[in-house]
């Protein structure tokens, strides 16, 4: 079954979270603007609490769904797994993250930090780390809180940030936004249409989940992903987040890996701000120019990268 990821939702997801998480800076890029021609914002979720977007929805969900307060189990590459466990600290719910085995100490540590029991999987890729939690979901013990199909952490993530952009900028005309399973497009899809506007998810090409699955016109629940610095993209996607992707998401387009590694220097240099793999892909495919649009936002959707790759990054620059 295909939820509804109303207005209603989204508006009821903004009371829950504005009291737990930060409304992030909306600054005007003088950089981007020069480069595109267009005019170009960038929303700052990178500054976000957790160092990602995906605060908002683990508040949102926790909040609109008070049953799930008995105990909470979710599979992640590091985000989605912070924000779900920060707020479990927040409301005193027990909370268990299943993790890749290669997933960044950073984000592990942060996730150990917030009082999260984290579980390492025995595989490397998202997909088969998720199958892997379903499948012990009994012994877990804790209800399933999906990392992109489900209602609440939708109309959070991406829905409560689509909110903030046009209470600011209300004639934007295009949102870009790194795109793993959907799930924060979708969210920002349902209020940009609100606004006659249009959301291009972006994909990493080492793991085009969502683009590969519009291309062939099914859902691609696993797909086999390159190595990446975008693991919060790598995977596949759901059913759900599919259909609802081809409702509230107007395009798909992929940003090359090796456009990424040059990404994450130049936002450090150009705008003096530290942002991860996956939230390089909306500005690496806006200079590629596969973006148009007069007036557009684009999400920095995290700030998470292990230390150690961003020295590496800044060094091959």
Known sequence: MIPDISMDLILRAKEVVSGHVR????????????????????????????GSFKVRGGFAHLGLYPESKKGVVAA??????????????????????????????????????????????????????????REQIDELGG???????????????????????????????TIVVSCGGGG??????????????????????SSPGMWLSRKEGKAHLKIDSKPTIAEGLEGGVSEVSYRLGLEYIDDVVLAKEADLRKTVPAI??????????????????????????????????????DPARFSTLLQES
């Open 268 to 305: 450090a240099r150009k705008e003096k701000m530290v942002v991860e793999g996956s939230a390089a892909a909306g500005v690496a495919a806006l200079l590629d120019g596969q973006i148009s649009g007069k007036k557009i936002v684009v999400v920095l959707t995290g700030s998470n990268i």
């Open 23 to 50: 409304r992030t800076p909306l600054f005007f890029s003088e950089w981007l603007s020069k480069e595109t021609g267009a005019e170009v914002y960038l929303k700052c979720e990178n500054l976000q609490r957790t």
């Open 143 to 173: 209800t399933w809180v999906s990392a992109f199909d489900d209602p609440g952490v939708i109309a959070g993530n991406g829905g409560t940030t689509g909110l903030e952009i046009f209470e600011e900028i209300p004639d934007i005309d």
């Open 184 to 205: 924060c497009s979708i969210g920002l899809g349902v209020v940009a249409h609100q606004q006659n506007a249009r959301v291009i998810g972006v994909n990493s090409d």
């Open 76 to 133: 992640s590459a590091g985000n989605h797994g912070q924000g779900l466990a920060i707020a479990s600290k927040t409301f005193d719910v027990p909370c268990t993250i299943v993790v890749p085995k290669g997933v960044p100490k950073v984000k592990e540590e942060a996730m150990r930090s917030f009082g999260a029991r984290v579980i390492l999987s025995p595989f490397d890729g998202y997909d088969d780390t998720e199958l892997w939690t």
